[in-house]
T-cell receptor, first 116, second 108 residues
Framework: NAGVTQTPKFRILKIGQSMTLQCAQD?????MYWYRQDPGMGLKLIYY???????DKGEVPNGYNVSRSTTEDFPLRLELAAPSQTSVYFC???????????????FGPGTRLTVL | GIQVEQSPPDLILQEGANSTLRCNFS?????LQWFHQNPWGQLINLFY???GTKQNGRLSATTVATERYSLLYISSSQTTDSGVYFC??????????FGTGTRLLVSP
């Protein structure tokens, strides 16, 4: 298993440009998440999804959009990039079964984004 | 929402020393995860521990859910232990709330 994969690894955007960060997992996890990590800080939740077709906002959703059309993929869209979106973006996934038991989240390697 | 605080913020150790990192959380949580973020930025899962004690090699973790804290023990530290250690509390819909981390430097 590749686990959680993210592309690209690095990207530089100009102010006002748009891009999509890709995330895929091959562990058949139903839950997927996007976090951002600013320098010297912990991670903050942007959006999450509990299954295909279902997404919801996290703590810092402004300036981002997500969709989840398949179990495996969870892309994050940045519209009109701003310098405040300079950060490292992590995708994660986890599994929750019918009993609702919580399981640990596994993280991808991250995408380092700079907006100039 | 829940607050997660970690201490100390920074720690410098000589190789071979032991250390204890603390994580306090402000409310009941469904579970708690410890991560190591290595110098290349990769997040490595260490422990998933709602309560009790777990051990993995030189590392162990203890969570006392009733008192809302967790401890990470590192014994016989090595230079490869350097990096940032995060705890994260698992809340509703499996959402993780991260602390600000403990930055560890182990010198040879």
């Amino acid at each position: 298993n590749a686990g959680v994969t993210q592309t690209p690894k690095f990207r530089i955007l100009k102010i006002g440009q748009s891009m999509t960060l890709q995330c895929a997992q091959d562990m058949n996890h139903n839950y997927m998440y996007w976090y951002r990590q600013d320098p010297g800080m912990g991670l903050k939740l942007i959006y999450y999804s509990v299954g295909a077709g279902i997404t919801d906002k996290g703590e810092v959703p402004n300036g981002y959009n997500v969709s989840r059309s398949t179990t495996e993929d969870f892309p994050l869209r940045l519209e009109l990039a701003a310098p405040s979106q300079t950060s490292v973006y992590f995708c994660a996934s986890s599994y929750s079964g019918p009993s609702g038991v919580y399981n640990e989240q596994f993280f991808g390697p991250g995408t380092r984004l700079t907006v100039l | 929402g829940i607050q997660v605080e970690q201490s100390p913020p920074d720690l410098i150790l000589q190789e071979g020393a032991n250390s204890t990192l603390r994580c306090n959380f402000s409310d009941s949580v469904n579970n708690l995860q410890w991560f190591h973020q290595n110098p290349w930025g990769q997040l490595i899962n260490l422990f998933y521990i709602p309560s009790g004690t777990k051990q993995n090699g030189r590392l162990s973790a203890t969570t006392v859910a009733t008192e809302r804290y967790s401890l990470l023990y590192i014994s016989s530290s090595q230079t490869t232990d350097s990096g940032v250690y995060f705890c994260a509390a698992l809340t509703g819909f499996q959402k993780l709330v991260f602390g600000t981390g403990t930055r560890l430097l182990v010198s040879p």
